[in-house]
């Protein structure tokens, strides 16, 4: 089975792993698994995590305690701005990423691949209001305008509700399109967002 890790950290942006928590865990359902024991959060302290908008949650391991995991995923959120200087996790995203098929960020999650070496070089999008900034890093190819990007194993997503479509994605990438598309209409994801028109 397919194990997820998903960082957490202080001011990391809710939906940024909560979506894709909905999408991994519902698709261990699908598959007829338990999804605890196989999708996860981590974080650097076995202690509540605060997150921007002031959801509180708490980590199931800590970085020194964790299954191995096949895909791990990095939020993003104002806290990034304060991990990427964070020597323990930066070194835990590099040592992780030597074992797991798939290293994905959404938002400004992508701050923290390219800063710990794990995308540096590779093509990576983020939150449209983030991109001139990661690009000044010249240590990266930010792609804009699309919702999620592939380069080699990693994975990067723009802001948000993006990081929804990419699980859907990396899903279908390792189960197949069709359950994929059973895991998104078991969610009933099916965006029409109501001020997507200039009435």
């Known amino acids: 089975m397919t194990s997820y890790g998903l960082l957490v950290f202080d001011d990391a942006e809710e939906l940024d792993f909560v979506g894709p ?11 007829g698994a338990d999804g605890d024991h196989h999708v996860s959060m981590v974080a650097e302290r076995n202690e509540p995590v605060r997150c921007a908008k002031g959801m509180a949650v708490i980590p199931h391991h800590t970085l020194d305690d964790h299954p191995a995991y096949d895909v791990v995923l990095v939020p993003g959120g104002m806290g ?23 290293m994905t960020s959404v ?36 792609v804009r305008n699309a919702r999620w990007v592939r380069d080699g194993s990693v994975v990067s997503s723009q802001g948000v509700s993006a990081g ?7 899903i279908g990438e390792i189960h ?24």
């Open 21 to 31: 928590w909905e999408v991994f865990t519902a698709s261990t359902m699908v598959i």
């Open 80 to 102: 990034t701005r304060t991990e990427v200087n964070n020597e323990r996790v930066l070194d835990w995203l590099t040592r992780v990423a030597l074992t797991a098929t798939w």
């Open 107 to 142: 938002c400004t999650g992508s701050l923290l691949l390219v800063a710990s070496g794990v995308a540096a070089g590779k093509r990576v999008a983020t939150h449209w209001g983030f991109e001139d900034t990661l690009d000044a890093r010249d240590d990266c190819t930010v």
């Open 164 to 170: 929804i479509d990419m699980a859907l994605w990396l």
């Open 176 to 199: 197949g399109p069709a359950h994929a598309r059973t895991v998104q209409r078991y969610l009933q994801y099916d965006p029409a967002p109501p001020y997507q028109a200039d009435v």
